[in-house]
């Protein structure tokens, strides 16, 4: 008899190798104008400039990349680009973000400790450079695509940042992302429009299936997965895991690679962008 289930399960496993995909995800407005490759700027491009700050952003953008930036919330409702919940790893300051007003942040030194050539000579200190609010990277970077980690989970910050991509008319050039699942949730509740890549939660599920090649199993909402190549020794980006996903309409977003050598395999597997600190090095190979 135990022979007889044995062989009925591996029957229905098996058949689930050929059962269509669940759901296919039609392309978003935000990928329609999009390059071959993205070049999407981490950190607005921190390899060059301070991080996420407006003086980086503006550069990447005159490179022609994509912004990615980190989202918080000031103590007065200020929606603040920085990617630490506090100031203290790149300014000359202490405390978190979100316990401190505008006025506060704007106080501080956001190129204190930034040291571009490694040898502590600090070039960005005192020239003015601060930390930004979204609103002033949208406008040094017009007519730019965005892609948007929400960091401040609580106070939620889903329905501020809704509002200011639909006031500056950029809820279509925007995707979203968090490793904050539930934040994640609540954004795509209030702002169903606006593109969104997948949680970790999310990602983890995609990934498990795919390597026992029962992906196409799994029901998808979001636009994208963006990925480290490796996490936990496990290797996430492989051709069978491109082609698996770009079937499905996802688009494949790796990070964060900054030698070319990676920069030139992943061209060449055909990922959807690459998102590095350095935006003129992937430039210059594209």
């Given at each position: 008899?135990?022979?007889?289930?044995?062989?009925?399960?591996?029957?229905v496993?098996g058949?689930?190798?050929?059962?269509p995909p669940v759901?296919?995800?039609s392309e978003?407005?935000?990928?329609?104008?999009?390059a071959k490759?993205d070049?999407i700027a981490h950190?607005?491009g921190h390899?060059?400039?301070?991080?996420?700050?407006?003086?980086?952003?503006?550069?990447?953008?005159?490179?022609?990349?994509?912004?990615?930036?980190?989202?918080h919330?000031?103590k007065?409702?200020h929606?603040?680009?920085?990617?630490?919940?506090?100031v203290?790893?790149?300014?000359?300051?202490y405390?978190?973000?979100?316990e401190?007003?505008?006025?506060?942040?704007?106080?501080?030194?956001a190129?204190?400790?930034f040291d571009?050539?490694k040898?502590q000579?600090?070039?960005?200190?005192?020239?003015?450079?601060?930390?930004?609010?979204?609103q002033e990277?949208v406008?040094?970077?017009?007519g730019?695509?965005?892609?948007?980690?929400?960091?401040?989970e609580?106070p939620?910050?889903?329905?501020?940042?809704?509002?200011s991509?639909?006031?500056?008319n950029i809820?279509?050039?925007?995707?979203i992302?968090?490793?904050?699942?539930?934040a994640?949730?609540?954004?795509?509740?209030i702002c169903?429009?606006?593109a969104?890549s997948?949680?970790?939660e999310?990602?983890k599920l995609?990934?498990?299936l795919q390597?026992v090649?029962?992906?196409h199993?799994?029901p998808?909402?979001a636009?994208?997965?963006?990925v480290?190549l490796?996490?936990?020794?496990?290797?996430?980006v492989?051709?069978?895991f491109?082609?698996?996903?770009q079937?499905?309409?996802l688009k494949?977003?790796?990070?964060?690679i900054?030698?070319?050598?990676?920069?030139?395999?992943?061209i060449?597997?055909?990922?959807d962008?690459i998102?590095?600190?350095y935006?003129?090095r992937?430039?210059?190979?594209?």
């Open positions: 008899m135990w022979k007889k289930l044995v062989l009925l399960l591996a029957l496993i058949g689930l190798y050929f059962v759901n296919y995800i978003h407005a935000y990928y329609r104008d999009k490759i070049v950190r607005a390899g060059l400039k301070p991080d996420n700050t407006a003086d980086a952003a503006a550069l990447s953008h005159k490179l022609g990349a994509l912004i990615e930036m980190d989202i919330s000031s007065d409702g929606l603040i680009v920085r990617h630490d919940d506090t203290n790893a790149t300014t000359n300051g405390g978190p973000v979100k401190k007003t505008l006025e506060e942040l704007k106080a501080l030194d190129g204190y400790m571009p050539n040898d000579s600090y070039p960005y200190r005192e020239v003015g450079i601060t930390i930004p609010t979204f990277i406008d040094v970077t017009p730019a695509r965005y892609v948007i980690e929400i960091k401040q609580r939620s910050i889903a329905r501020k940042l809704c509002k991509l639909k006031d500056n809820d279509q050039k925007a995707i992302g968090s490793f904050k699942h539930e994640l949730e609540e954004f795509r509740a169903p429009q606006v969104t997948m949680s970790p999310e990602v995609f990934v498990g390597k090649g029962l992906s199993l799994l998808v909402t636009q994208a997965l963006q480290p490796v996490h936990s020794d496990l290797e996430i492989t051709p069978s491109i082609e698996d996903a079937s499905r309409g494949v977003e790796v990070w964060t900054n030698e070319t050598s990676e920069m030139v395999s992943l060449d597997d055909g990922v962008g998102i590095t600190d935006p003129d992937l430039n210059k190979l594209l």
